[in-house]
């Protein structure tokens, strides 16, 4: 006798209009584990990469920023698209959600992570020649090496001598700022790479910029300032600091 041909099943149409119970394959096949280990596997290391960005220095944070939005609203669009065109299988998107989610939230608690920023006790020089009566500062500087501790993340010096209210400056080397300032409101400030060019006739930074020297030019960048604030200080800063512990 001749055996009757079985037709396929019909295709699933977007937005599951027709009742879909009667052709879903099976849940539970070697084909789906394998897609659910390798979901829980990526969240997993999402989850790991996240940690580890987050706990970078501050200019490196573009890497967690591309992660978070690259990563994390692929997934949720891709979510949103698998409703729409498998038919709205609102039960194994979930699946799918709580595989990616969960294999997320386990990276993000036991991911690896970069040493803590810690500050050590350092020495500066500061020689101004603007304004010409300003005399030349050197004490202690608070060297902060920066998470990682593989560079010198901020500088803060003693305050300054010579000027009406004491001024503390400070150079940030991951932001690129040079900022000198008062607790009364008196704020010189500079801004960009440019200013972390080191001069050319002294050596190049050591390991890390433990030692250094900058030649630094700030101007008054505060509106609500008074006449005794100065408009300018340019300068030569230069700095030691011990290694990170």
């Given at each position: 006798m001749f055996r009757r041909r079985r037709l396929p099943p019909p295709p699933v149409t977007p937005l599951g209009i027709e009742d879909?119970?009667?052709?879903?394959?099976p849940l539970i096949t070697r084909a789906n584990l394998l897609r659910a280990a390798l979901l829980f596997g990526g969240g997993i290391a999402w989850g790991l990469a996240v940690r580890f960005a987050d706990s970078l220095p501050i200019d490196m944070a573009f890497?967690?920023?591309a992660l978070k939005v690259v990563g994390g609203i692929g997934f949720f669009l891709a979510l949103i698209l698998l409703l729409l065109f498998r038919g709205f299988e609102v039960d194994r998107v979930a699946?799918?959600?709580?595989?990616?989610?969960?294999?997320?939230?386990?990276?993000?608690?036991?991911?690896?992570?970069?040493?803590?920023?810690?500050?050590?006790a350092g020495t500066f020089t500061f020689a101004p020649s603007v304004p010409a009566e300003l005399p030349a500062s050197a004490g202690k500087a608070?060297?902060?090496?920066?998470?990682?501790?593989?560079?010198?993340?901020?500088l803060r010096t003693e305050p300054l001598d010579g000027l009406d209210t004491p001024h503390v400056l400070t150079v940030d080397f991951l932001r690129?700022?040079?900022?000198?300032?008062?607790?009364?409101?008196?704020?010189?400030?500079?801004?960009?790479?440019?200013?972390?060019e080191p001069p050319?006739?002294?050596?190049?930074?050591?390991?890390?910029?433990?030692?250094?020297?900058?030649?630094?030019?700030?101007?008054?960048?505060?509106l609500a300032s008074t006449p005794d604030d100065p408009n300018e200080v340019v300068g030569r800063l230069a700095w030691e600091c011990p290694g990170p512990p």
């Amino acid at each position: 006798m001749f055996r009757r041909r079985r037709l396929p099943p019909p295709p699933v149409t977007p937005l599951g209009i027709e009742d879909l119970e009667a052709v879903r394959p099976p849940l539970i096949t070697r084909a789906n584990l394998l897609r659910a280990a390798l979901l829980f596997g990526g969240g997993i290391a999402w989850g790991l990469a996240v940690r580890f960005a987050d706990s970078l220095p501050i200019d490196m944070a573009f890497l967690s920023f591309a992660l978070k939005v690259v990563g994390g609203i692929g997934f949720f669009l891709a979510l949103i698209l698998l409703l729409l065109f498998r038919g709205f299988e609102v039960d194994r998107v979930a699946i799918i959600a709580a595989l990616g989610l969960g294999g997320a939230w386990i990276g993000l608690a036991v991911g690896p992570t970069v040493p803590p920023a810690v500050t050590v006790a350092g020495t500066f020089t500061f020689a101004p020649s603007v304004p010409a009566e300003l005399p030349a500062s050197a004490g202690k500087a608070d060297c902060e090496w920066a998470a990682g501790r593989w560079r010198l993340g901020t500088l803060r010096t003693e305050p300054l001598d010579g000027l009406d209210t004491p001024h503390v400056l400070t150079v940030d080397f991951l932001r690129r700022t040079i900022r000198l300032a008062d607790d009364d409101g008196s704020t010189l400030l500079a801004v960009g790479s440019d200013e972390f060019e080191p001069p050319a006739d002294v050596p190049p930074p050591g390991e890390g910029d433990r030692t250094g020297s900058l030649d630094v030019l700030v101007l008054q960048a505060d509106l609500a300032s008074t006449p005794d604030d100065p408009n300018e200080v340019v300068g030569r800063l230069a700095w030691e600091c011990p290694g990170p512990p």
